[in-house]
């Protein structure tokens, strides 16, 4: 027993992590209610692009999952049209059409934090390393526009983001770009948070877990007199994380931007970024 208790406390001087954050995989299930969330969430490439890349300084253990976002939207499934009348609304000859979303890729990641990206399609792609207790985005909202947002318009935004979906009793609005007046578009980057007990489908009630999401949400400002009036017409989850409030860091997490993560070109071939070593960035205004 003493020999156990030495080596606990040895690993521990050390530095040597004894836990493990679990690794975002939709095709198995949650760590700790084993279901299945967000199997939809991820795109199934439609192209042939592929991007690698390596993660320096980061320990594996420490490591939830590595994110592409497209700049702009994709063609993200092509949908069977239901009918000859949506036929021909669309004016389609074919049976399917192309739905466009911002497209988001999960990587492959190997022991030694290389990652790969398949089936891209060309495109420009920023890119969102989750660790445990923090995420570093390369996620650009505005491009070379300036943000002319008033107070005004930010306090709407975040009014009606709050209001969006009562599951997530905690909020925190990471970046906000838009352009103001009618007709205005707004991107934001949003992590939610389900710190309340959590509702099982099999009625059982659990209190030691908790939900984390990371979107980005799309918001028209749809005022007819002048006012900011503002309007979710979109959004785009890009990390659904389950966590254990007696092993991970729970709550809402810090964002950081990291230029290197930011717009990385695929064209058809193989791209490969090398080394990455994560750091503080000013994001860009």
Not at 136 to 147: A, D, F, K, T
Not at 225 to 239: A, C, D, L
Request: proline share 5%; aromatic share 10%.
């Amino acid at each position: 027993m003493n020999r156990f208790v030495t080596l606990i406390c040895l690993l521990f001087s050390c530095g040597v992590t004894l836990y493990a954050v679990p690794r975002i995989d939709p095709n198995k299930p949650q760590p700790y209610t084993q279901t299945f969330v967000g199997t939809n969430l991820y795109t199934k490439g439609l192209g042939s692009g592929t991007l690698k890349g390596k993660l320096d300084a980061v320990h594996p253990t420490d490591l939830a999952g590595i994110f592409a976002v497209s700049r702009e939207p994709q063609i993200t499934i092509q949908k069977k049209i239901a009918n000859d009348r949506e036929r021909v609304t669309l004016g389609k000859t074919n049976e399917y059409r192309n739905v466009f979303r911002y497209s988001v890729h999960l990587a492959d990641i190997a022991p030694d934090n290389s990652f790969t990206f398949t089936n891209l399609q060309a495109g420009t792609y920023d890119l969102v390393v989750l660790l445990a207790g923090a995420y570093y985005s390369g996620i650009v909202l505005g491009g070379r526009q300036p943000n002319t947002l008033t107070q005004s318009d930010f306090q709407d935004i975040t009014n009606k983001i709050w209001k969006s979906n009562a599951y997530f009793n905690e909020k925190q609005i990471a970046r906000m770009w838009g352009t103001t007046g009618y007709a205005g578009k707004a991107k934001v980057i949003v992590q939610e948070v389900r710190s309340l007990p959590i509702l099982l489908q099999s009625a059982e009630e659990r209190t030691d877990i908790e939900t984390r999401s990371m979107k980005l949400y799309i918001l028209e400002d749809v005022s007819m007199k002048g006012t900011g009036m503002w309007k979710v017409e979109e959004t785009r989850e890009f990390i659904r994380q389950e966590v254990g409030k007696f092993h991970d860091p729970t709550g809402l997490i810090p964002e950081y931007f990291c230029k290197k993560l930011s717009g990385i070109v695929v064209i058809d071939e193989l791209e490969d970024i090398g080394l990455i070593r994560l750091s503080k960035d000013a994001p860009p205004k």
